[in-house]
């Protein structure tokens, strides 16, 4: 996969797994692996085992690792200013802003809160929603939307919101793909918010129609809500656009980002489209010590320069039918392969994905089961044609193993 990449620091499988156990909170469960360190697309483990790493940090590192653009950015800013806190601002934060709302071709008055992370744009993207006006919010059914306490109440899989007692928000969860319904809800007049993720990546790479998004737009429009757009996982790129929902050619009221935009630097921005949603939150209404430092703003400004600059949106596009095509016809217990660009979706015909997980790992594959029957796939943007064949010739032998 790669020449050169070393393990600088050995320690043995049962060193690490004790330590891990003794000093951090068991919320993750046993970790698979003790990385040390990448270059590109490939990852180094503690025994200096390599990895194609075609799940990215879970939809992170969209440059791989150790880009040397990324590399440069944050090195540099580190030399000047890394934290201030946000009694002021910075030249980094203030580009970022305007970049990122030149990319969604944001309205006048259109407007960025950067925090840290995706649930936490998402918090920002509810308090928006019922300061404008109090009331339920919709999300879909097997929606994801993170696990702050907010964000939690957003998430459809009652096991992660069980043990937290009742919803911290008014959540009512509805049926995707099904305009009546919604139109139904909102009609009793009672929604502040309705939040859809133009990808559904934690149900296992499930889009939604252009056509179901253009729905969404003209009902909340009509019925006095806001449309939430969480383009945490699908957003910056993933699909082969900026952002996933362009392709249904709609603008939201509120946007989320996360992931990929700080390319494994913490960033989590929350856009609101047009100056009657912008103004809604009032000064010391929110807030976030650490959002929109410049350390993180120059993480994410290297991110969408080496976007640009090496034409990756038309790349990932290409890449993505490359995979698709190949991996639907590589074995017959695929019975389908879901979404677009860098963000896969592999429906296999039983509850194999964990057992596949394991498999491909001890072949030097990293990938992740989004459900029991399912292959999630999100790649750095930078992968190349033959590292993706590389999967794709190995999976039909990994299927039969399990």
């Known amino acids: 996969m790669s020449e050169g990449l070393t393990a600088t620091k050995q320690q043995t499988t049962g060193d690490w797994r004790k330590r891990y156990r003794s ?15 990448g270059q590109g697309c490939v990852v180094v483990d503690s025994d200096g085992k390599e990895y194609l790493d075609l799940l990215g940090g879970i939809a992170v590192n969209a440059l791989g690792y150790a880009h040397p653009a990324w590399v440069e950015a944050v090195s540099h800013q580190a030399q000047t200013l890394a934290h201030v806190s946000n009694l002021f601002t910075t030249g980094p934060q203030l580009d970022l802003a305007e970049k990122l709302l030149a990319l969604a071709n944001a309205p006048e008055g259109s407007a ?19 300061a404008r006006k109090s009331g339920r919010i919709i999300a879909l059914d097997h929606a994801f939307h993170g696990r702050t306490l907010g964000a939690l109440s ?42 859809v993720e133009p990808i559904q990546g934690e149900a296992g790479v499930v889009p939604l129609t252009d056509e ?10 009509g019925h006095d809500a806001l449309m939430v757009v969480d383009e945490v996982q699908c957003g910056m ?19 989320t980002l996360a992931k990929a935009l700080g390319g494994g630097f913490p960033m989590g921005p929350t856009m609101t489209f047009g100056s009657d949603v912008s103004g809604i939150l009032a000064a010391g209404q929110h807030g976030t010590t650490f959002g929109g430092n410049p350390l993180a703003c120059a993480a994410a400004l290297a991110v969408i320069s ?24 590589s ?41 029991p029957s399912t292959l999630r796939l999100a790649p750095p943007y930078i992968l190349t044609e033959a590292e993706a064949q590389s999967f794709i010739v190995a999976l039909p032998g990994l299927i039969d193993t399990v």
């Open 237 to 255: 790129g993933r699909t082969g656009r900026w952002f996933a929902h362009q392709s249904a050619h709609i603008t939201p009221d509120v946007m």
């Open 331 to 371: 074995h017959p217990r695929i019975t389908e392969v879901r979404g677009s660009g860098a963000l896969l979706g592999v429906q296999l015909d039983s509850d194999i994905a964990s057992e596949l997980v394991v498999a491909a790992r001890g072949a030097g594959f990293i990938v992740n089961a989004a459900n």
């Open 112 to 130: 960025v809160f950067l925090s840290n992370s995706g649930t936490e744009a998402n918090e920002a993207a509810i308090k928006i929603c019922l």
């Open 154 to 195: 957003l998430t459809h899989k009652i096991a992660y919101r069980q043990p937290f007692g009742p919803s911290a928000v008014d959540v009512t969860f509805i049926t995707p793909e099904d305009p009546e319904i919604l139109a139904g809800e909102l009609e009793k007049g009672d929604v502040s918010g309705v939040f």
């Open 212 to 221: 179901y998004l253009q729905q969404v737009r003209e009902l909340t429009a």
């Open 23 to 37: 000093g951090l909170l068991g919320v993750f469960g046993s970790p698979q692996l003790c990385l040390d360190h």
């Open 306 to 329: 080496t976007i640009e600059s090496e034409n990756l949106l038309t790349h990932v596009g290409q890449i993505g039918t490359l995979m698709s095509s190949a991996l639907r016809q």
